[in-house]
C-alpha cells in the first residue's frame, strides 16, 4: 500500500541555520504530496503542497519539490527561527482520497 | 470565516466509559474526515463522509467507534466502551471538494486519555 517515510526526529538546530527534513514515498498513480506543521499546542496546519511532478510548493521560506524520479519531497528552509519550532508532516493522497502520513519530525530551533 | 472547530479539546475518561467528540466544520464544506493519532505513531484515517453519507470508513478499527453527521452539518465520534489504547489525538478535517490536491482544513484536535 501507499506509505510516507520522513526522517526520524528530533532534529535539533542553531537560529539562521539552514533545515533539510527527507520524505520519501511509495505510491501507485499521481499523488498530491503535502507539508503539514503543528505548532505546540495548535492543530495541524497545511505548510504547503504540490500536485504533479515537479512542482514546487512554498510557503513562510519553506520549499519542498515533487521528485517524481527519486519519490521524494523534501522539506527545506534556508534559515530557521526559533517560530519555526513545531512537528513536521509529510503527507501524501491516494486514489480513495486518504491522507496518508509520514511519523512526522518534531524540529527545535535554539537560540 | 471560522475554522474547523472541535470539542471537546482535552478529555479524561476511564476504561469503559463512552466518550463524544464533536467536529463542526467550515461553513459549506461538503467533506468531512477524521483522522487520529495514537501512541506517537502516524495519523491514520478513519473515515470520510460527503454531506451525510458516509464515503469511505474504511479505517474505523473495530465497532466501538461509531460516527454520525446528520443532516451533513456537524460531526459526532462516539467511542463506547472506550480501551486504553484509544488514548491519543483525534482530528477532524473538511475540504470543499474530493480530489486529490484539494486542501484539507484541519481542526486543532481532540485530545483523549483513557485511564
Known amino acids: 500500500g501507499d506509505s510516507v517515510t520522513q526522517m526520524e526526529g528530533p532534529v535539533t538546530l542553531s537560529e539562521e541555520a539552514f533545515l533539510t527534513i527527507n520524505c520519501t514515498y511509495t505510491?501507485?498513480?499521481?499523488?498530491?504530496l503535502f507539508w503539514y506543521v503543528q505548532y505546540p499546542g495548535e492543530g495541524l496546519q497545511l505548510l504547503l503542497k504540490a500536485t504533479k511532478a515537479d512542482d514546487k510548493g512554498s510557503n513562510k521560506g519553506f520549499e519542498a519539490t515533487y521528485r517524481k524520479e527519486t519519490t521524494s519531497f523534501h522539506l527545506e528552509k534556508g534559515s530557521v527561527q526559533v517560530s519555526d519550532s513545531a512537528v513536521y508532516f509529510c503527507a501524501l493522497t491516494n486514489s480513495n482520497y486518504q491522507l496518508i502520513w509520514g511519523a512526522g519530525t518534531k524540529l527545535i530551533i535554539k537560540p | 470565516e471560522a475554522g474547523v472547530t472541535q470539542f471537546p479539546s482535552h478529555s479524561v475518561i476511564e476504561k469503559g466509559q463512552t466518550v463524544t467528540l464533536r467536529c463542526d466544520p467550515i461553513s459549506g464544506h461538503d467533506n468531512l474526515y477524521w483522522y487520529r493519532r495514537v501512541m506517537g505513531k502516524e495519523i491514520k484515517f478513519l473515515l470520510h463522509?460527503?454531506?451525510?453519507?458516509?464515503?469511505?470508513e474504511s479505517g474505523m478499527p473495530n465497532n466501538r467507534f461509531l460516527a454520525e453527521r446528520t443532516g451533513g452539518t456537524y460531526s459526532t465520534l462516539k467511542v463506547q466502551p472506550a480501551e486504553l489504547e484509544d488514548s491519543g489525538v483525534y482530528f477532524c478535517?473538511?475540504?470543499?471538494?474530493?480530489?486529490?490536491?484539494?486542501?484539507?482544513?484541519f481542526g486543532e484536535g481532540s485530545w483523549l486519555t483513557v485511564v
Open positions: 478535517a473538511s475540504s470543499h471538494r474530493t480530489f486529490s490536491g484539494n486542501t484539507i482544513y
Open positions: 463522509f460527503v454531506k451525510e453519507s458516509k464515503q469511505d
Open positions: 505510491a501507485t498513480g499521481y499523488p498530491s
